[in-house]
């Protein structure tokens, strides 16, 4: 398999302060990933890296070539906290402006800029809602329209940072299915989460952060007690997870497993 994202001894430092140490990775097309680890680990400093919007040592490939030249095939969904959610802007216009790079801020929106906004509000189930204010939407859909604007974007790399927090249940539901479905389409989708249900569950790869990478694997070599000890710091329970991603890789060697859907607790 084809590695479309390779992270070269990628480290990034905000003054004195080290968040991340020379990380090493490489992800293939067609995956969705998860990436976890403690407050302050550097999840969203290393989204951040791969977008190129935190300066860092390191080298970030996608597709063989450096990140500044394939920017466009990057799309991103911020952390909602980094979000100005007041701005006076309609739905259509956030998922319009995913559009931006390819029409450039001058040109008019064509027909197929049109369409494909349309499509993505569609798919997110946010067509209805198209000429409200962005701050009159709940979490939820939010969350929803900055999905829209990512799958409008048409990149081939999807970068996340915590979808699901703050967000109900039914969106939540929706965002995943989303996920799943870009990752089986052959995008690589990236999201950091502390859900670490979804992350056993949903994930095809983990990337356990803290400071730097602990671990890359499937989930199931990754939840083990001396991975996710090493990653939060000694305080995690670890009980049976049902890993249904293992169903959707062959040769997993989960294949066939049970699991009866427990929970991994991290405590504080
Ligand atoms: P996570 O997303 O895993 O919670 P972050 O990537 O946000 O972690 O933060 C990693 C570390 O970098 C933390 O120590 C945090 O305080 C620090 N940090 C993050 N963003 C900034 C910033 N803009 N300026 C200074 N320090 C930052
Ligand atoms: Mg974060």
């Known amino acids: 398999m084809v590695q479309i994202l390779k992270i070269d001894n990628l480290s990034v430092a905000y003054g004195r302060n080290l968040a991340l140490k020379e990380v090493n990775l490489g992800l293939e097309a067609g995956q969705l ?23 860092y040592r390191g080298q ?29 802007v309609t739905v259509w216009d956030v998922v319009m402006m995913g559009r931006y790079r390819r029409i450039g801020w001058v040109k008019f929106a064509a027909k197929i800029d049109r369409e494909v906004v349309g499509a993505a509000l569609e798919e997110v189930g ?44 039914a969106s939540q539901e929706v965002i995943l299915k989303l996920l799943t479905h870009l990752s089986q389409q052959g995008k690589l989708v990236l999201m950091a989460t502390h859900d670490l249900n979804v992350a056993a569950e949903k994930c095809d790869m983990l990337c356990c952060i803290n400071r730097g990478l602990v671990a890359f694997g499937k989930p199931a070599a990754v939840f083990q007690p001396e991975v996710l000890t090493r990653t939060y710091g000694g305080k995690v329970l670890m009980v049976n997870h049902n890993y249904a991603s293992a169903d ?21």
Not at 66 to 74: D, E, F, H, T, W
């Open 60 to 88: 970030v490939l996608v597709g063989g070539q450096p990140l500044a030249k394939v920017r466009n095939r990057v799309s991103y969904v911020p952390q909602k906290e980094e979000v100005r959610w007041d701005f006076p």
């Open 248 to 268: 959707r890789l062959a040769n997993s060697s989960l294949d066939g497993q049970n699991g009866s859907g427990l929970t991994t607790m991290i405590i504080d």
């Open 33 to 55: 990933v998860g990436i976890i680890g403690p407050n302050g680990a550097g999840k969203s400093t290393l989204l951040k890296a791969m977008l190129g919007i935190v300066a």
């Open 126 to 169: 946010m067509s209805k809602l198209r000429d409200r204010q962005i701050s009159q939407l709940s979490g939820g859909q939010q969350q929803r329209v900055f999905m829209a604007r990512a799958l409008a974007q048409e990149g081939d790399i999807i970068l996340l940072d915590e979808p699901l927090t703050g967000v109900d249940v």
